[in-house]
T-cell receptor, first 114, second 113 residues
Framework: AQSVTQLGSHVSVSEGALVLLRCNYSSSVPPYLFWYVQYPNQGLQLLLKYTSAATLVKGINGFEAEFKKSETSFHLTKPSAHMSDAAEYFC????????????FGAGTRLAVHP | NAGVTQTPKFRVLKTGQSMTLLCAQDMNHEYMYWYRQDPGMGLRLIHYSVGEGTTAKGEVPDGYNVSRLKKQNFLLGLESAAPSQTSVYFCASSSAGTNPLQYFGAGTRLSVL
């Protein structure tokens, strides 16, 4: 069975600092991996996705994630945090043939302070 | 460019009342999903549908029923609401095929008193 673990339910960084949000997955078959962002009182917006084409995936708003099979990780990074990055971030996994169902992590709330 | 539309946006119910949440998509997607979001638990799949007239259980189906009478609509019903069903509900849709994107609605915030 697939599962997703996000380490750290809350992360706080200073504006301009590196953002690192951690995601580890468990899957018996090659997974598809996603990062979504949720701003307060809004729905989910796709940041980026990994579908085996390239291990380093670039997304919107300057975010990127690297797929590391040996570590079963898909951590999200951004070199320089902006105040507008404050939101909740969800890592998710799905597998081919599973009707595209998503398994989500518990989420990480990112706070950015001046 | 409506995408996925959920109605209502907010609702307060008393224990034992029933209600139906409506999800409509205008992208001609085959697959539709209902999730619930609870603090510290991410989103969990309640039910999903892979085509008109077909539905299947997800991770947390108890207490909910669904119907997909038309391809563009996916209804989530609570026959007898319980406080444990207080949550934010999200609908999503995707096309069929190898792992296309899911598109999410804005959510329905439900409180059961």
């Amino acid at each position: 069975a697939q599962s997703v673990t996000q380490l750290g339910s809350h992360v706080s960084v200073s504006e301009g600092a590196l953002v690192l949000l951690r995601c580890n997955y468990s899957s018996s078959v090659p997974p598809y991996l996603f990062w979504y962002v949720q701003y307060p009182n809004q729905g989910l917006q796709l940041l980026l996705k990994y579908t085996s084409a390239a291990t380093l995936v670039k997304g919107i708003n300057g975010f990127e994630a690297e797929f590391k099979k040996s570590e079963t990780s898909f951590h999200l990074t951004k070199p320089s945090a902006h105040m507008s990055d404050a939101a909740e971030y969800f890592c998710a996994v799905s597998i081919s043939g599973g009707y595209n169902k998503l398994i989500f992590g518990a989420g990480t709330r990112l706070a950015v302070h001046p | 460019n409506a995408g996925v539309t959920q109605t209502p946006k907010f609702r307060v119910l008393k224990t034992g009342q029933s209600m139906t949440l409506l999800c409509a998509q205008d992208m001609n997607h085959e697959y539709m999903y209902w999730y619930r979001q609870d603090p510290g638990m991410g989103l969990r799949l309640i039910h999903y549908s892979v085509g008109e007239g077909t539905t299947a259980k997800g991770e947390v189906p108890d207490g909910y029923n669904v119907s997909r009478l038309k391809k563009q609509n996916f209804l989530l019903g609570l026959e007898s609401a319980a406080p444990s069903q207080t949550s934010v509900y999200f609908c999503a849709s995707s096309s069929a095929g190898t792992n296309p994107l899911q598109y999410f609605g804005a959510g329905t915030r439900l409180s059961v008193l």
